[in-house]
């Protein structure tokens, strides 16, 4: 049957419902940034906090654009990390608890397979073997997929992720929070061939990142500059370019490496539009495929783990929702403490 999805790994409260025969039935999303906006960042007692207030109503909301009552659900899946501690608790022990009063299967999601999936939902989804580009708001990863999971880490990031380098280049430049999709923005009105910056590692073999030397130089251009608004989105379009070409190049490397003639890319920095240009251009060129995420499901959402929970839940995957006592038990068999 249907699979509820549940993520609340850091400020986006998502819920959604995808059946294994009819496909994604219903999803609904509660971004908190405005409430963090305030702090300049995700304050993590405030995001507990409000994944407790708006998490049953949107359970609630996406049953019923689905048509579907606690009845007709066949499993829960929820994000189980990685993120933030307290948030991730109020999606699982909702989540948990559901599954258990219900006599249902709970499936904890790794929020990173989430991602890695979220191409999935589309149609036409791609077939393992495959690549896929993990960039989000706190990893930037390169996968070789065997299967569904089966991935091997070919490739991290030695210091910032791609989005974290988004969003702490907009912060230097002034940019109010959440700066990422902001500067991704401003990048668009920047003249090319006014700032060029580094492509960081791809002047060496390897298909590990590093971004944190690129904000540097970002900064020290955007110091010495005249500040002037064009000169901030030229340096915006300077920055973007340098992050994107990178992210290609390594791309380019990893399917060279593997063989795979599939590339996925996902995670929140997948909806960058330079980004999806390039890498669309680059596939139609040297004969690989690209597949992305719609726009809405590259950042955080309940439809990637209500998906990656139906593919577990569909071949027997799922944690023990059952309270065991034990009639027999070896007191020899306990773990020792001291
Ligand atoms: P993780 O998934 O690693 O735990 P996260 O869940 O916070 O991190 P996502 O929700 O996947 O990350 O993505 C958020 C990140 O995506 C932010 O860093 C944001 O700046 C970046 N981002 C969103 N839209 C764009 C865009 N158009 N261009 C560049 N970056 C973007
Ligand atoms: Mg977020
Ligand atoms: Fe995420």
């Not at 409430?35 to 998490?55: C, I, Q």
């Not at 397979?113 to 960039?135: M, S, T, Y």
């Not at 590990?208 to 010495?224: E, M, N």
């Amino acid at each position: 049957g249907p699979v509820l999805g549940v993520e609340t790994s850091c400020d986006e409260t998502g819920v959604a419902v995808f059946d294994p025969a009819r496909g994604l039935l219903a999803h609904t999303l509660y971004s908190q940034i405005r409430m963090h906006a305030d702090y300049g960042g995700v304050v993590p007692e405030l995001a507990s906090r409000d994944h407790v207030r708006k998490l049953m109503p949107l359970v609630r909301e996406t049953l019923a654009r689905a048509g579907l009552g606690v009845a007709d659900l066949g499993g829960v899946a929820y994000t189980a990390g990685p993120g933030l501690v307290g948030a991730l608790l109020v999606g699982a022990t909702a989540a948990r608890a559901l599954a258990w009063s219900l006599g249902l299967p709970a499936i904890g999601v790794h929020h990173m397979e989430g991602h890695l999936l979220a191409p999935l939902l589309e149609a036409d989804p791609p077939e393992p073997p495959f690549v896929a580009l993990l960039v989000s708001g706190g990893h930037s990863m390169l996968i070789e997929v065997a299967g569904i999971g089966r991935y091997t880490l070919l490739g991290d990031t030695l210091d910032d992720a791609a989005g974290e380098a988004f969003d702490k280049t907009a912060k230097l430049m002034g940019l109010p929070y959440p700066g990422g999709p902001a500067l991704a923005r401003l990048a668009e009105q920047g003249r090319p061939g006014v700032f060029r910056f580094a492509r960081p590692m791809t002047d060496r073999p390897g298909l590990d990142f590093s971004f944190s030397g690129l904000k540097t130089q970002v900064l020290l251009a955007w110091q010495h500059s005249d500040r002037a608004e064009q000169t901030r989105a030229d340096v915006a379009r300077a920055f973007e370019e340098a992050i994107v070409e990178t992210l290609a190049i390594k791309c380019r490397r990893a399917l060279a490496q593997t063989g795979a003639r599939r590339l996925v890319i996902a995670g929140g920095v997948g909806a960058n539009r330079r980004l999806r240009a390039e890498l669309a251009e680059a596939g139609a060129r040297e004969g690989f495929s690209v597949h992305f995420p719609r726009l809405e499901f590259c950042t955080d959402n309940g439809a990637m783990i209500a998906l990656a929970g139906a593919l577990r839940l569909a071949v027997g995957q799922h944690e023990t929702p059952e309270i065991r006592v034990r009639p027999r038990w070896d007191l020899a068999s306990l773990p020792p403490v001291a």
